[in-house]
Structures are given as C-alpha cells and as structure tokens.
C-alpha cells in the first residue's frame, strides 16, 4: 500500500484538508450568497440555545458576580466588597506563585509536547513497515482519563517506584530520587507526564497536515537537489503552519487549565512549588471556604486564556498568510 | 520517493526503541496489577501472574455499577449532543443575517468560560431541582457544556458543504424538518464521527463534574470509583493498577476497533 492510499479515507466524505481548504473559500465568497440559506428554520436553534444558556450562561454570570463579594460558599449572607478580591490576587504571594507556575506549564507543555510531537509525526510518515502500529500506539494515553495517567505516573516518580528502580538496576544510582517531592523537579516532572499522554495528540494533529503535502511537490525538490534539512524547512514548514496554529493553541489552553494531574500527583506541593490556578481557585473553593476570592482567580485565569489565544491565534495567522 | 532505503531501516530501529520507551510506563501497570503478593518496585515480570488484584478491584471498588452508569451517560449524553448541536448548526450556518452571526459567537464565547466558575451555582439550582446524585443532572451538564465545541465542529463542515442537495430537495417539496433529517445530516456523517469521538472521550473521562455533583449519594462513574479506591487502597499499587485497567479497558476498545477513523477524524475535526 501507497502513502497516498493510506492519506485517503476510503469510508468516503472529504478529506481534513478539503475540508479546511473549502471552508475558508466558502467563508469568503459567503457573502456572496446571502438570501439562498433562508430556509433553515431558525428555531432549531432554540435547544441548543436553552441549554447552554440555563447550563453555561446564566450559572457563569451568577458565579461571576461572587467575584465582587466575600461569600464563603455556604452561608445564606455575604457582603459586596467591591474589586477587593482582584487587588487581592495580585498582592497574595501564593497567587502570584501560582500565576508563575500556570506560565511555566503552558510554556513548558506547549514547546516541548509539539516539538516531540512533530519528530513523531515526522517519523511515522515515513515508509517504515511499523507505521500504522506506531501510530495507535502514540495516540493511545490521550484517550485515557488524566486521573489514571497521573495515578500510574505518581507511582513510577515516587521515591520507590519504578524510576528510580531503573536507575538503580543500571548503576545510575546517584540520578534516583523524589521526584515529585523535590520543590525544583515536581514541576518540570508534572509537564513531563502531560507531555506523555500528549505528544500524540499533536502527532496525530501534524500528521494530518503532513498528509496534505502533494507529493509532487517533494519530487521536485528532490530532482531539484534539496537536501533532507532544506526540503523541511523550505516545504514542509511552511506548509504545516494551519496545524501548528492548532496545536500551539490547543496546548497553551491545556497548559494554563491543567488541573486534574497537579491535584492527584502533588495537590500542589512540596509547599506550593506546583499550585497552578486552577488548583488554588478550587481549593480557595471548597477547603477555604473563600467562594469569592476563589472566583477573582478563576476570572483572572478566563483574562490569561483570552488573552493568551487572541495573541497567538493574530501572530499565528499571520506567519500563515506569508 | 517512498522506497525502503537502509535510511528509512535505521528510522524504523530507531522509531521502534523510542515506542518502547514510550509504552515502558504501561508495562510497569500490567506487571504491577498482575502481581498480587509483593510489595516492592520490582521491574523483572512477574513469575506467579495473577488475577486477585483484578477481582479486588472489581468487588470492593464497586466498579461494575459505576461502569453501566457510564455507559448511560456516555450513551445518552453524546446523543443528545449530537442532535442538539447539529440541528442549532444547521441555520447558523445557513442563514448570514447579523442575529444568525452574533449567536454563533455567543455559544463560541462558551469555549472561554472555564467550569469552574458556574459550579456553584449551577450546583445551588441543582439541588433545588433534586438533580444532585443523579446521572440525569450529570447528562444535562455535558449537554450544555458541549454545546460551543460541537456547534462550532458542525458549523465549520456545513459551511463546506454545497447547498444543491438541499435545494434539489426542498424544490421536491421537502419540509425543512425533512430536508435537514434526511438530506443534511447524513451528508454530515464525517464529522459526525468526530463529534461522536470527541465527546465520547470527554464525557466518558471526566473526574471533576461528577465529584462534586454525585459526592456522597452512592452513584458512582468509573473515574470518581477509581479516585475514591485509591484513597482507600493507599499504597496497594497491585489493586489500585488493576482498578485502572479495568476502567480505562472500555475506552481502549473503542479506541482501538475505531482507531483508524478516530484519528483521521480527530485531526479533521481539529483543522475544520
């Protein structure tokens, strides 16, 4: 079988590419056509638009308000102190530490996941005999619940698991230790184990875009004399920006939400040197007993990840439109 | 061009060790749950495999209820997603009048707002409603909450897609109910799979909704069995491990019967 068999689905429909490529032609000309799409009845519409209101909307906006109060979660009063709770999150220590932290695991995970990820797409899209098993396998931690994964990562990390086992059987003995207990390593481990289910998130997402490149346009390269290094940067790159922009915002969103991998492996410890915001907002939440200061983080997390996507998703279309 | 050269050879050994590398954590699970008398770390197989870890944590981490209980919400929840959010799509993508566009951007708005911050009240009125320990509470929650996403995959398809089937029909009488059940959304089938896949794997792994929401009432889903056994089980690795095979067993399989379409779809679905 053929690359170019395997790149198209023989279950029919379009392909991804297609798909991307005509939306954003259609989305261009659309203007063109208004008045032919007025028989889609508006009012199937109303469902979708009851639930997420009554579900999403109207308990994020309430939850929003507590923001700008001293409500403890549980009793029926509270008082309206205005935007203390703001000024409050940039003067507390622990949520200046955490903010830190949220950077580090968005940056962290972003650059590492997409470069490993890449490297992965990269080899699987050869003509190796084991891709297509390489390829399930790569993708199959990121169908599992990040609870297990961290539960089995606490394990191998702990100072008697099976890391520091390997190291110990090999003679590496002076590399074994806590490593989820030391305040330097908790984090860079945290982003190693998101990095693992993850990697082959971003692969599968590359490789979509891998499979997009005309072949042709890589035999004449070739006939044209580019070396492997030249041929990547000059065709491959370029060509693989849309899924770039994908991956790059899809993981910075996860590294600033990350959440339920910090609470099981280290609820935010040694001391606070893994508290994310995510993990503070929650226990501010329900072991404070601090609803509204808890809100202001979450408000102040919500500002990171507006803010964040907006920047990158301009810069990123731009480098694609070059 | 993709001929198999000595280089593509020394990629494959090289593509292979890193695999193993890869898969070396999950090696460590399998070996340690199938080990029921040891205590320590211990790398080597295990010489008297067992399955006593299995059923352990199958009995005493009540694991076969919590399993049916996911499959109903899994079921039920992606269902109505996909029938909700696929009919909502339908005019936003159809009709371009201004309403039509800043209602799109309404339910895109929702992509932003992160859970935590409706859970309590969304949890107050809940409980007015005699919604908490219920799966049905639970299956509203995914329903609303992943609205924006599939709305958003939905869109973006329909938007590719030509309008002459739809046409052709509703000139052949068609009622819109019609045109949209019988033309449409058979046409959507791509990225119905993707809709599907996505959700199921969200819905099936999430751990913080149902924590809050089902604490204490005695209905359990697989990922709050798993995190209340392993608070119980401290340190029992041999049982906490099998308890996490079992759980992730159901997903693994639809992953791996359907792995060839989740993985075009899923990088479909993402690009669209």
Known sequence: ?322 | MKRYTLKTGALEVVMIVVALLFAAPVYVLINTALNSGGVTASLTPVANPSFDNFATAWVSGGLGPAMVNNVVITVVSVFLIVVISASAAYPLARITRTWSKLTFAFFLGGLLIPGLLALIPLYTTFRDLHLIGSIWGLVIIYVGAQMPFSIFLYVQFLRSLPLDFEEAATLDGGSPFRVFWQVVFPLMRPITGTVVILNTIHVWNDFFTPLLYLSGSGTNTIPIAIYSFTGQYVNQWGTIFAALIIGVTPLLIFYFLLQRSIIKGFAGGLKG
């Open chain 1, 1 to 322: 079988m053929t690359q170019r068999e395997l790149a198209s689905p023989r279950a029919g429909g379009p392909e991804p590419s297609a798909i991307t490529r005509s939306a954003i032609a259609e989305s261009r000309t659309r203007s063109r056509r208004s008045g032919t799409g007025a028989r889609a009845p508006w009012w199937f519409l109303l469902p979708a638009l009851a639930v997420f209101t009554l579900i999403v909307v109207i308990p994020s906006w309430r939850g929003a308000f507590y923001a700008l109060t001293n409500w403890d979660g549980l009793s029926p009063q509270f008082d309206f102190v205005g935007f203390e709770n703001f000024v409050r999150v940039f003067k507390d220590s622990a949520a200046g530490a955490s903010i830190l932290n949220t950077m580090l695991y968005a940056v962290g995970v972003m650059v590492v996941q997409n470069f490993i990820g890449l490297l992965l797409a990269l080899g699987v899209n050869s003509a190796i005999r084991s891709r297509n098993w390489l390829r399930v396998l790569f993708f199959a931690p990121a169908v599992v619940t990040p609870l297990v994964v961290a539960n089995l990562w606490q394990y191998i990390l702990a100072p008697e698991g099976a890391l520091n086992t390997a190291l110990r059987a090999v003679g590496l003995d002076f590399l074994a230790q806590d490593w989820l207990g030391n305040a330097q390593l908790a984090l860079p481990a945290i982003i190693s184990v998101v990095v693992w289910q993850f990697a082959g998130y971003s692969m599968v997402i590359f490789l979509a875009g891998l499979q997009s490149i005309p072949e042709d346009v890589y035999e004449a390269a070739s006939l044209d004399g580019a070396g492997s290094f030249k041929t990547f940067w000059n065709i491959t790159r370029p060509l693989l920006a849309p899924s770039m922009t994908i991956n790059l915002m899809l993981s910075l969103i996860g590294g600033l939400k990350l959440f339920d991998q910090v609470l099981i492996m280290t609820q935010g410890g040694p001391g606070s040197a893994t508290e994310s915001l995510s993990t503070i907002a929650y226990k501010d939440a329900f072991q404070f007993q601090q609803f509204g200061y808890s809100t202001a983080l979450t408000l102040v997390l919500t500002a990171f990840v507006a803010v964040a996507s907006l920047i990158q998703f301009t810069l990123l279309r731009r480098g694609e439109n070059k």
